[in-house]
């Protein structure tokens, strides 16, 4: 998956967990991240059909699982989103929208650049 | 001795998590991989609910936010219900909800466990919880045991008594029970000191033990008393055993007194099918005036009531 084009250079670089050098987490980190891409697309689909209590659902679920594989910004990407979705469901925000679209291509962007 | 809670013997302590999320159930498994124990999931609050009662697990791990039932409710109904009540239960909170927290231990956890989790924390916790809810295991089983023989005490004689009962009257099963008494303990303590009279209360234990089949349940009832509830066994099938024991024990070479061997008087009651009539408490009154009887007719031999028949035997070594 490429990343799309950018001018700062660390958001570019691929970010791993901070337990890649720890045994017993291999496996799992390998198999969270080879899910990534179908966790974005479940996302990016709850997304564009705004099926917002699923993609609420699901964001809650990434911020739950990312820290405990070692990828704390992922964990704090979906919990940015969570919390737009959630400003988005009770007031309406005239910007909460286009936060949840930042907050969304944001975690999109993270799930990407994770390596195991 | 041998009556050793099961669960002390068993190093792998059983921990049941409790978690809508899959990657919280991988996640666990991977980071308690390396301690001793099996590790079993539920993916909501009614199969955890099911598997709890089913498998009473050592501890508990359980999500607090879980669509459906959440895990508040799951903890309250496990606190509510006998056989889940005393298992310890640890709390899988998030970071932000301190209120969560208070709510958590009013409800009966005992500890919590935050998301995501710290390795060196989450197994602190869950060694800890294993712990002590191995001792308080422990400490209910040392209630029904007796400190010297290792065998059940009459505490536990008497629940066991009732329930093997009603178990065999409900389904017209055959029920024995029999009381030992060992002849002339006094005089084996006084002739030869207490530690000689423990170490025959201990060798009445052992051969109760050994000889009894494994269904049987042996108790020391206090003193030199003993008791042998032998479910599923009719009358005739119970005083061959309780002839089996007599004999053994009054063959046994004693090293404190290799001069003078030990002898025990029996009482024996039993039926095919225990009638509804007679309560727990009447059928020990029975062995204990058959016991009386063996006592006044010479010791060292078994008498026996067939509560089906009404007829006693007395059979003498
Ligand atoms: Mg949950």
């Known amino acids: 998956m490429t990343p799309p084009p950018s001018s700062g250079g660390s958001s570019e670089k691929p970010i791993t967990s901070t337990y890649h050098d720890d045994p017993e987490m291999g496996e799992i980190i390998r198999d969270f991240v080879a899910e990534l891409p179908q966790r974005i697309h479940a996302m990016r689909s709850a997304f564009s059909e705004q099926r917002l209590l699923d993609l609420l659902h699901l964001a809650h679920q990434l911020k739950g699982a990312g820290g405990g594989y070692g990828f704390d910004q992922i964990s704090a990407a979906?919990?940015?989103?969570?919390?737009?979705?959630?400003?988005?469901?009770?007031?309406?925000?005239?910007?909460?929208?286009?936060?949840?679209?930042?907050?969304?291509?944001?975690?999109?962007?993270?799930?990407?650049?994770?390596?195991? | 001795m041998s009556s050793e809670p099961t669960q002390l013997q068993s190093s792998h302590a059983v921990i049941l998590v409790i978690d809508d999320s899959p990657d919280v159930h991988r996640l666990l498994g991977a980071r308690l991989k390396s301690e001793p124990i099996d590790l079993i999931c539920a993916a909501d609050g009614a199969m955890g609910l099911r598997m709890a009662r089913e498998l009473r697990p050592t501890v508990i791990l359980l999500d607090i936010d879980m669509p459906g039932m959440d895990g508040f409710e799951v903890l309250r109904q496990l606190k509510d219900d006998t056989p889940t009540h005393d298992i310890p239960v640890i709390m899988l909170t998030g970071m932000q909800s301190p209120q969560d927290k208070v709510t958590a231990f009013d409800l009966g956890a005992v500890d919590y466990i935050c998301k995501p989790f710290d390795l060196t924390e989450l197994r602190a916790r869950v060694r800890s919880a294993v712990r002590s809810s191995r001792l308080v295991q422990m400490l209910a089983q040392r209630a029904q045991i007796d400190g010297l023989t290792g065998?059940?005490?009459?505490?536990?004689?008497?629940?066991?008594?009732?329930?093997?009962?009603?178990?065999?009257?409900?389904?017209?099963?055959?029920?024995?029970?029999?009381?030992?008494?060992?002849?002339?303990?006094?005089?084996?303590?006084?002739?030869?000191?207490?530690?000689?009279?423990?170490?025959?209360?201990?060798?009445?234990?052992?051969?109760?033990?050994?000889?009894?089949?494994?269904?049987?349940?042996?108790?020391?009832?206090?003193?030199?008393?003993?008791?042998?509830?032998?479910?599923?066994?009719?009358?005739?099938?119970?005083?061959?055993?309780?002839?089996?024991?007599?004999?053994?024990?009054?063959?046994?070479?004693?090293?404190?007194?290799?001069?003078?061997?030990?002898?025990?008087?029996?009482?024996?009651?039993?039926?095919?099918?225990?009638?509804?009539?007679?309560?727990?408490?009447?059928?020990?009154?029975?062995?204990?005036?058959?016991?009386?009887?063996?006592?006044?007719?010479?010791?060292?031999?078994t008498i026996i009531t067939d509560l089906m028949s009404g007829s006693t035997l007395a059979k003498a070594g």
């Open chain 1, 78 to 116: 979906a919990a940015r989103l969570e919390l737009a979705l959630k400003s988005l469901q009770t007031d309406r925000a005239a910007d909460a929208a286009e936060r949840a679209k930042v907050a969304i291509d944001e975690v999109t962007s993270l799930c990407r650049r994770a390596t195991a």
């Open chain 2, 151 to 301: 065998l059940y005490n009459r505490a536990h004689f008497d629940a066991r008594l009732k329930d093997e009962l009603s178990g065999c009257q409900r389904h017209a099963r055959s029920l024995s029970l029999a009381v030992f008494d060992c002849d002339f303990f006094k005089q084996i303590n006084d002739t030869y000191g207490h530690p000689a009279g423990d170490e025959v209360l201990i060798g009445i234990a052992e051969t109760l033990q050994r000889e009894c089949r494994a269904s049987d349940i042996p108790c020391r009832y206090g003193g030199e008393e003993f008791c042998l509830i032998m479910p599923d066994t009719p009358p005739d099938d119970a005083f061959r055993v309780c002839e089996r024991i007599r004999q053994n024990l009054g063959a046994m070479v004693w090293p404190r007194h290799p001069e003078r061997s030990i002898t025990v008087s029996v009482g024996l009651v039993g039926a095919r099918k225990p009638s509804h009539e007679l309560t727990a408490a009447e059928w020990l009154e029975t062995a204990d005036k058959n016991l009386y009887t063996a006592k006044q007719t010479g010791r060292n031999r």
